[in-house]
């Protein structure tokens, strides 16, 4: 008897949670649906009611995160996407979005670090390239952005971006060639 109420117990244990995590599943699938409609608030919602369910599943906080960024909720997509990364670190997807959201931010320093780990986890990750290159001429840190795209020219050479975002840097040195030329002879 004590054999069959122990089995029945683990049963029924195993359904509840069983169900918790399909109530996750239900929530983050109606989340992705507002989401895919632009309903980034109801959204958000969805998806926090799928982590109360589950809060071991790295999907629910990355889409929470993404619709906290689409809504330029900037410090609360890094929040999410930071948990994505405690929860498993090798996701280099979650480093590039963190670092974007940093970005926008303001925290300069912690998005060049986030695509540098990005880097390290895919050396031919155009993206991250890219995103990092971007960064450093935002800061006007022209050498090390002609670094990085000419390396990802150099991984993916039908990248139209990384060719547009090239340009732009050397245009940007080419202006300041021009501004030191006509400093000089003043």
Do not use: W
Not at 39 to 62: C, G, L, R
Not at 70 to 92: Q, R
Not at 159 to 168: E, I, L, W
Request: glycine residues 4%.
């Amino acid at each position: 008897m004590i054999k069959i109420s122990v089995i029945l117990l683990v049963i029924i244990i195993f359904i509840g949670c069983d169900k918790q995590l399909s109530m996750g599943s239900i929530y983050y699938t109606h989340g992705n649906e507002l989401y895919d409609k632009g309903d980034f608030e109801n959204a958000i919602i969805k998806y926090t009611s799928a982590i109360e369910y589950d809060s071991t599943n790295q999907n629910y906080y990355f889409n929470r995160g993404s619709a906290y960024f689409a809504l330029k909720k900037f410090e609360e997509s890094v929040k999410d996407y930071s948990k994505v990364i405690e929860l498993y670190p090798e996701n280099s997807v979650a480093y590039k979005s963190r670092g974007i959201a940093y970005y926008n931010t303001g925290q300069i320093d912690s998005a060049i670090e986030d695509f540098t780990r990005a880097l390290e986890f895919n050396v031919y990750d155009t993206e991250a390239l890219n995103n990092r290159a971007f960064v450093y001429a935002s800061q006007k840190n022209f050498d090390a952005a002609l670094k990085d795209y000419t390396e990802a020219i150099k991984i993916d050479s039908t990248n139209p971006m990384v060719y547009y975002n090239s340009g732009a840097v050397l245009d940007s040195l080419a202006n300041i060639q021009k501004q030191l030329t006509v400093t000089r002879q003043l």
